[in-house]
């Protein structure tokens, strides 16, 4: 199970973070991922962690304003967002890709992740 939390509405050049809990995998290596879905608009990978080595990837479009990551157990995983745009505007989700081992390539498609949490609204006022 995934538990997203942590959306709101700021201002623009602002901050946010959201939180995932992960909570009943079995296995030892899977991958989390966060994507948003604006309205209209098709659902869009913006960032992952690979539990078995951290690696990471971005979309062009966050890169250098979020960072992602995870407590060492890789049990709650963070999505820090900076330099927030009004573009970011979206509901945010949380997903788990299970199993996965080795280094983050690339973000994959939803079809990807077996397990999502429900999504966090991501409000950002011009």
């Known amino acids: 199970q995934l538990q997203a939390s942590g959306g709101g509405l700021v201002q623009t050049g602002g901050s946010l973070r959201l939180s995932c809990a992960a909570s009943g995998f079995t296995l030892d290596y899977y991958a989390i991922g966060w994507f948003r879905q604006a309205p209209g608009k098709e659902r869009e990978g913006v960032s992952c962690?690979?539990?078995?080595?951290?690696?990471?990837y971005y979309a062009e479009s966050v890169k250098g304003r979020f960072t992602i990551s995870g407590d060492n157990a890789m049990k709650t995983v963070y999505l820090q967002m900076n330099s927030l745009k009004p573009e970011d505007t979206a509901v945010y989700y949380c997903?788990?890709?299970?199993?996965?081992?080795?280094?983050?390539?690339?973000?994959?498609?939803?079809?990807?992740?077996?397990?999502w949490g429900q999504g966090t609204l991501v409000t950002v006022s011009s």
């Open positions: 962690i690979a539990s078995s080595d951290g690696s990471t």
């Open positions: 997903a788990a890709r299970t199993p996965f081992e080795g280094a983050i390539q690339s973000m994959g498609v939803p079809a990807d992740f077996g397990s």
